[in-house]
């Protein structure tokens, strides 16, 4: 490991908005704060937005300066990238924000039942070659479900078309209400004749201005971004889409190379 990410790792364990449970931790001791997150923490009864696979914090530090009422939580397995969010929340006086550093497969075991309102997966690893690893997959809707309010909602936005088109296929066999979908978000999507034909609320809008890193980066390579918004249901079985779905032809900014493979589940 590099100096750099010792030193972040060391100053970050004084951070008090960081929480840092890998599996190895959280296999021996349960996490006292599930179910608790309002009273320990936030001191509030506020409504609780996780951000899974959040990178450096960009979109939870942004969320949680649009909005002040609401809780955010951005989780995600590398120390290093969570320093960059979590620091900047602490600078900025942002009591609404934390940081949980683990991994997602294990969400479950950090959230009680009905305590999370939303999720937001933004620019997910499409995991083209195992659906169990897929945020967007029924192998982690039921993970979700254990914690997410019934009807809660789940935002996805990504450069992917496999996982876009993916994650369609799972929402529409499952018959999951679709709230909000558009392929090209930074087309005419956020114009108001856009917003108007696609019937994007003012919140979304909003919410939807803020970029993260890469995500810049693809914008200025021309991919399209995608998002979609969706309600999950706490009851009834879900099915994994039985359909061949054509891999991602371009390899994203700084992600590992794609697969040789034409087609994937």
Known sequence: MSKGKLQKFAEMETFKNVFQHPFSVISDTPFDMKGHWREQYFHN????VLELGCGKGEYTV??????????????DIKGARIYTGAKQALEEGLENVAFLRTSIEIIDRFFGENEVQEIWLTFSDPQMKNVHKRLTSTFFMERYRRFLVDGG???LKTDSNFLFTYTTYMVDVNHLPVLFRTEDLYGNELTEQGRADNQMDDKTHEILGIHTYYENQWIERGLNIKYMKFRLPAEGALVEPDVEIELDD???YKRPKR???ATSK
């Open 45 to 48: 009864d506020n409504p609780i």
């Open 62 to 75: 942004g969320l949680a300066r649009v909005y002040p009422d609401i809780n955010f939580i951005g989780v």
């Open 153 to 155: 909602i789940v935002h």
């Open 250 to 252: 371009y390899r994203s």
């Open 259 to 261: 697969s040789g493979l």
